[in-house]
């Protein structure tokens, strides 16, 4: 049964009553008025106890993660190997104005810009060049701040603390790289804990078997089924061998078949596929030939169409992903494929082709 702590007013009374019992009993009256010594004494006592009960409920609350504050939500995170997901800082560009054209301009390292609630904007761009009739540049901003309050709406206007030599003192929002996101509540990782530990441990439990098979990278997997106990079959196709301890069978599922006359829901044992790591090139490809522009997801789709088993528009965020994976240094915080919103996707590098070597 839940421990329930009183208030002050509920444990003075309760002692007042139990003091006046015992000088009862002993043929006396006890003074429990209020302002006399004996009221005063047990509301000081009261107090103490109130603090205590209400420790004593939160030390209650905390033996499990469904009702544990944000502390022993942590520690219940940590011993279960599971980590607070961190808030994401917004990423922005931002169309900046001045009246000369043609002539970099160096913004200095640390330069703030900031919304007209106070939020602060970094300038990440070190210099910027204007250009056309009423010369205008880009640069790129981000929160200083993790979380979705740094996120903006493409016309948002940002004004500089300090404005760079050159340039005016507001820029427009023209586009967003990346969504500000909030740290994970303690509800969702309350339930992320719960979910981990109501599986079997042992070698990994279900969740774990089914992430690690559907994050493989050598062929293309939609989803796994995850059976405990059970021993795989000695061949393809069979049957396994239920109720045998140390086992388990991860059953791989490719993406649905649509019109094409492959199977594409039976997953190669060999490896053989090449779909899957033909389709990232492809994508890489798509993007090098076309550096620094937006293109949409069916722009990229039409790019990679011939190498793509099942095509379905969110595909590409499965390419794109695995493609941070290899070539980012955080996959968290892309640099190099940006993610535009209401656009598509950018491959922001430079690209300088080189001249084809003669055939020998």
């Keep these: 049964m839940a421990f329930t702590g009183q ?3 509920a444990i003075r009374t309760a002692i ?5 019992s015992e000088y009862a009993a002993r043929g006396k009256v006890l003074d429990v008025s209020e302002g006399s ?10 107090f103490q106890l109130e603090a205590l009960q209400s420790q004593a409920e939160q030390v209650e609350r905390d033996i499990l993660p469904d009702q544990a ?3 022993a939500l942590n520690r219940h995170a940590y011993v279960n190997g599971i980590e607070r997901q961190a808030g994401l800082t917004a990423r922005l560009t931002v169309t900046v104005t001045g009246p000369v054209a043609g002539t970099p301009i160096p913004i200095l390292a640390g330069t703030l810009m900031s919304f007209s609630d106070g939020t602060p904007y970094v300038v990440e761009t070190a210099s910027v060049t204007l250009s056309g009739g009423s010369p205008t540049g880009t640069i790129t901003v981000r929160a200083v701040t993790a979380g979705a309050a740094g996120t903006r709406a493409v016309g948002a206007v940002l004004t500089f603390a300090a404005a760079p030599s050159g340039l005016n003192s507001t820029g427009t929002v023209a586009s967003v790289v990346r969504d500000g996101t909030d740290a994970q509540s303690d509800e969702d990782l309350a ?4 979910a981990r530990m109501r599986e079997r441990p042992g070698s990994g439990n279900r969740a774990d078997w ?6 493989y990278t050598g062929t293309e997997i939609e989803t796994a089924y995850v059976y405990s106990l059970l021993a795989p079959p000695t061949s393809f196709p069979g049957a396994g061998t239920a109720n045998t301890p140390g086992t388990v069978t991860v059953v791989a599922v490719g993406p649905a078949q649509g019109d094409s006359v492959t199977n594409t829901r039976i997953v190669p044992t060999n490896d053989a596929s090449t779909r899957t790591a033909g389709a990232e090139l492809d994508l890489l490809l798509a993007f090098c030939e076309r550096p620094r522009r937006v293109l949409s997801r069916d722009q990229l789709l039409d790019l990679t169409q011939g190498r793509m088993a099942a095509p379905f528009e969110r595909s590409i965020d499965v ?3 695995r493609l941070r994976q290899k070539m980012e240094r955080n996959p968290r915080e892309p640099e190099l494929i940006q993610t535009i919103r209401s656009g598509g996707y950018m ?7 080189l001249a084809e070597s003669p055939a020998p």
């Design 7 to 9: 208030s002050a007013d």
């Design 16 to 20: 007042l009553t139990r003091w006046s």
């Design 37 to 46: 010594r004996a009221y005063l004494y047990a509301g000081a006592l009261a």
């Design 69 to 71: 504050g944000t502390d």
């Design 191 to 194: 339930a992320q804990i719960i």
């Design 210 to 215: 089914a992430s690690w098979v559907e994050a």
């Design 319 to 321: 390419l794109v992903s």
């Design 347 to 353: 491959f922001s590098p430079e690209i300088e082709r």
